[in-house]
């Protein structure tokens, strides 16, 4: 176990920044306090960061930290810190280490007992979740599905029965097929789309995924957001259950069988199945 009192240590600091997701007004005070303070700021990308630290004079020495070289990268910043300097972390923008990189970098600081501080700001999974509409008691953020669309109707079944909002990053030129294999696999539930959040484009589209399937030409950056499963939706789908379970016995499976497949399939428990089938003699 290890207790990390953030400000009462001389240890080298790894801040891990958040930094606007459009609207760059939306940096905290805090941010470019500390952003001006620390010796090195490790950006995602030094070109797109320079914009926002032109933007608040802030003239720290920058270097970049990309995904595709880690493990590299995290271990030339662990030198710095070993050598006594405070390190910024920040992406292109919203929380590093969300759907960006910065993990290894994180994993190995806390293990080598540096102080690790976050400092807060946007992130676009929240803005899109708080202004969906949706329920927020509990929820997932999921982040980007598979590139592939067999890889996205995989993810998609094995949320079938996940029963909290679920947030989704998806790029444009995929959202089309993302809402059809939605609709196709979760069934016709409420969604709320946000784009370009914080930007002049700025819209919440929020409706049934059936509606969404009409929606043409989505551009800029996407969050998908997507109700959790209903246990009601199971009554909805019942005529399925049924259907299927009396395929495969037609097929020659036992009723205990057909029962068990269904199940999987439908990623619905073997039992309710089995109650639904039997007991309710559907
Ligand atoms: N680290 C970021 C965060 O904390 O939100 C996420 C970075 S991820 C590489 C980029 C994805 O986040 C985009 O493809 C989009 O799905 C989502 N995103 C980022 N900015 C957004 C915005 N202004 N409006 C809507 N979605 C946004």
Redesign the pocket.
């Known amino acids: 176990m290890k207790r990390q009192k953030s400000f009462h240590n001389d240890k080298p600091t790894l801040y891990l920044v958040?930094t606007p997701?459009?609207n760059l007004a939306e940096l905290t005070n805090r941010a470019v306090d500390i952003l001006k303070a620390v010796d090195v700021i490790a950006c995602e990308d030094t070109r797109t960061s320079k914009v926002l630290l032109d933007h608040y004079s802030i003239k720290t020495h920058t270097i970049s930290y990309h995904n595709f070289n880690e493990e590299d990268s995290a271990h030339g910043l662990i030198k710095l810190l070993e050598e006594g300097k405070d390190v910024a972390l920040i992406?292109?923008?919203?929380?590093?280490l969300?759907?960006?990189p910065g993990y290894a970098l994180v994993n190995k600081a806390v293990n080598k007992d540096f102080n690790v501080v976050c400092i807060s700001g946007a992130?676009?999974?929240l803005n899109?979740l708080v202004a969906s509409g949706l329920s927020t008691n509990h929820y997932l953020y999921y982040g980007f599905m598979s590139e592939k669309s067999s890889g996205v109707k995989k993810e998609l079944e094995k949320l079938l029965t996940f029963p909290y909002t679920m947030i989704f990053?998806?790029?444009p030129h995929r959202i089309k097929n993302t809402l059809r294999y939605a609709l196709d696999i979760l069934g016709n539930r409420k969604a709320c789309i946000?784009?370009?959040?914080?930007?002049n484009h700025e819209e919440y589209i929020r409706g049934t995924l059936e509606e969404m399937q009409e929606l043409d030409d989505l551009k800029?950056?996407?969050?998908l957001v997507i109700e959790g499963f209903h246990e009601d939706e199971i009554v909805i789908d019942y005529i399925s259950v049924k259907e299927m379970v009396d395929t495969y016995i037609s097929e020659g499976m036992s009723a205990k069988d057909a029962i068990k497949k269904t199940a999987k399939e439908m990623g619905i428990s073997k039992n309710e199945i089995y109650n639904y089938y039997h007991a309710k003699n559907c």
Do not use: C, H, M, Q
């Open positions: 958040a997701i459009g992406s292109d923008a919203g929380y590093p969300i759907s960006d992130n676009a999974a899109a990053y998806e790029a946000a784009r370009e959040l914080t930007k800029g950056e996407i969050v």
